[in-house]
C-alpha cells in the first residue's frame, strides 16, 4: 500500500485529480470506475475543467461499482449514476457511448462485459467509517464475492440505509442495490482510494494496520498489489 499524507481536503483533490489524469493520458482505452457521494467533489471539480471537450481524452471509459434503484417509472437512473451525471459526467461532457453504466437488470453481466471490454485500469472509492468500500457494507458480501444484489434485510439497519439514499421517500425506496464486489473489486489493476477528516481516523488507522477482516472489508485492499490511499491530516491523526 502507497500512503499519500496531504495537508488538507483541497490538496488530497489535487493529488487524486492528478492521479486520475496521469492515468488518463494514455493513447490506449483505459476503462476508470468513480465514486459518487460528497468525498469525491472536489476531485470533479478539478477534473472537469481538464477533460471538457479535450479529444484525446475520447480514449476514457468511466463505469459505476454500485447503483440503488429509484421506485418509480419516471426515475430513468438510479442514485449513483444520477450523482456521477450531475457531478461529472454532464459538465464534463463525456459522450454517453463512453459511460458504462451498472444497473439491477445487468449486474449479473458486469465482471464478464468488463473483463471482455479489457478489465478497470483504475478504480476511485471512498472508504466509510465502518470499513465500507463500494456497496461492501460489514455484513452484506464476503472477500470472494463477485458483484452481487444485496437484499434490503440483509443487515438489521439497511432498510434505513436505502431510505436515507433516496431521500427519506419512502415510496421511493427500493428492496435491493447493486454492488461491484470485493473479488470484483481486487481484479482491477490499480486501486485509489481517498478519505478525509477526523471520522476517518480510525478506518484510516485499521488499514494501515494492515489486519485484514471481513468485519472491516476495506482491510481486503491492503493486499492488493497497487493500492494507493491518498489522506488528509485530520484523517491521519490516529497514525
Known amino acids: 500500500m502507497k500512503l499519500i499524507i496531504v495537508k488538507d481536503y483541497q490538496e488530497m483533490s489535487q493529488v487524486a485529480s492528478e492521479i486520475l489524469l496521469g492515468e488518463m493520458h494514455d493513447q490506449h482505452r483505459k476503462n476508470i470506475s468513480i465514486t459518487a457521494g460528497a468525498t469525491p467533489q472536489g476531485i470533479y471539480e478539478i477534473l472537469v475543467p481538464r477533460v471538457k471537450d479535450k479529444p ?10 454500485d447503483e440503488i434503484d429509484v421506485n418509480g417509472a419516471e426515475k430513468r437512473f438510479g442514485v449513483t449514476m444520477s450523482n456521477l451525471k450531475k457531478m461529472y459526467f454532464d459538465p464534463a461532457h463525456i459522450k ?54 444485496i ?31 470485493p473479488k470484483s473489486i481486487m481484479q482491477v ?27 472491516l472489508p476495506a482491510t481486503l485492499l ?15 491523526s490516529l497514525l
Do not use: W
Not at 471520522?199 to 488499514?207: G, P, W
Open 151 to 181: 437484499n434490503d434485510d440483509a443487515t438489521p439497519n439497511m432498510k434505513d440505509i436505502l431510505l436515507h439514499e433516496v431521500g427519506g421517500v419512502a415510496e421511493l425506496c427500493p428492496e435491493f442495490y447493486v454492488t461491484m464486489g
Open 56 to 65: 484525446y481524452f475520447q480514449n476514457v471509459h468511466y463505469y459505476n461499482f
Open 189 to 215: 489493476k490499480k486501486l485509489l482510494m481517498v478519505a478525509n477528516g477526523e471520522k476517518k481516523a480510525s478506518i484510516v488507522k485499521a488499514l494501515v494496520d494492515g489486519v485484514v477482516t471481513e468485519e
Open 96 to 149: 454517453q457511448e463512453n459511460i458504462h453504466a451498472l444497473t439491477s437488470s445487468n449486474y449479473q453481466t458486469q465482471d464478464a462485459r468488463i473483463q471482455a471490454d479489457g478489465g478497470l485500469d483504475l478504480i476511485l472509492m471512498g472508504v466509510g467509517a465502518d470499513g465500507h468500500f463500494c456497496g461492501n457494507l460489514p455484513g452484506t458480501t464476503k472477500f470472494g464475492d463477485l458483484t452481487s444484489r
Open 222 to 236: 491492503t493486499t492488493h498489489p497497487d493500492f494507493t490511499l491518498v489522506i488528509d491530516q485530520e484523517a491521519a
